[in-house]
Structure formats: C-alpha cells, structure tokens
C-alpha cells in the first residue's frame, strides 16, 4: 500500500525513532509499504518515519532505472565506521523541489537487521553510503537541510517557506 509521505516542516520528521524488538508481520508489511511508497515517488531512499511511523526501519534502492531493481531494507541501522569526505548534491522526498550539496563520509559500514532478523553488514560508498547517512539521520529527526550552514538554512528556510505558499495559492 502506498502511504502518505510526510514533509517539512511537519514536526513528525523530527521525532526520533525507537529500535525495532521483534521481526513482526507488521514491520514486514511496513518495509514493504515503504518500498511501494519510495518506487512510486520515486525516490531512492525512504526511512519509516516519513510515512509517520517511528521505528528504526529504512529501504533504500541506489540502482539505475535501465537496471533490475535492487532493495535494501535495513531494520536498526547503525553506522560502525565512516571515513573519508564526500560533499555531494541531495535532495529528499519530504523536501520537494529542493536540493542542496551536503557533508557526509564518502565510505561507511553499517550494521543493521534484515527482514530475517539476521545481522547484517553493508560496507558501501558513493551514492549508497550517502543514501544511508541520510535514511539513518531521518530515524534520529535529522533531515539533510539540517547540516546546511546556518546562512544557507536561513536562505532555504525563506525559500522553502515562499515555495509552500506558491503552491497553496496554485493548488
Ligand atoms: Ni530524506
């Protein structure tokens, strides 16, 4: 089923998400939904409490369009160790229609559970480090705008704050 996805500012993508404890058929079908939900907006990446659920569940699929799809469902992500620098271009789909260059590690190694309730461990870079760093910072209420300089998230938050109107107006 495809869900709702939450945007900014709605203060839902701010609170921070509790570990999931057990493996249930609920939190199956939530990763499912999430990965319907992220395939149809399409985006390539979308962590739980986007829809509104606050548990430590993310999907993420970094593939190419010309290529066969390639999901990821990670359950309690967590980051053991990042190194390097990447500074590259983001965008989000609680934040429609805007995109900004962000500071993260170029390589990380993430520990995380799969559907299974098997421990896992992706060791990645690029596109799905960063994909990553941004779906696990959602789980702790942390959107990519909130590493932007404080100038540039002022600028963006007037920006962001005009652009809801337009559309209101619009609509
Ligand atoms: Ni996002």
């Known amino acids: ?7 900014y500012p709605n203060p839902e993508l701010k609170k ?3 570990p999931v404890t057990i493996i249930t058929d609920k939190i199956r079908e939530l990763a499912r ?6 395939y149809d907006a399409p985006g390539v990446g979308l962590a739980a409490p986007q829809i509104g659920v606050h548990q430590r569940v993310i999907v993420i699929d970094v593939s190419p369009k010309d290529e066969p799809p390639n999901l990821i469902v990670a359950i309690n992500p ?3 160790h990042a190194e390097g620098d990447s500074y590259e271009e983001e965008g989000c789909l609680s934040v429609p229609r805007y995109a900004a260059n962000v500071r993260r590690h170029a390589k990380v190694v993430v520990k995380a559970l799969d559907l299974e309730g098997e421990e896992v461990t992706f060791q990645v870079d ?7 760093q941004h779906e696990i910072d959602h789980l702790d209420g942390t959107l990519f705008v909130d590493h932007l300089s404080p100038l540039k998230k002022d600028i963006f938050r007037k920006k962001y704050r005009h652009m809801v109107e337009e559309a209101r107006v619009g609509a």
């Open 1 to 7: 089923m495809i869900r709702t996805i939450l945007t």
């Open 78 to 80: 967590e980051i053991v």
């Open 126 to 132: 690029g596109l799905l480090a960063i994909a990553f």
């Open 33 to 38: 939904d999430m990965a319907e939900t992220m």
């Open 16 to 18: 921070k998400s509790a």
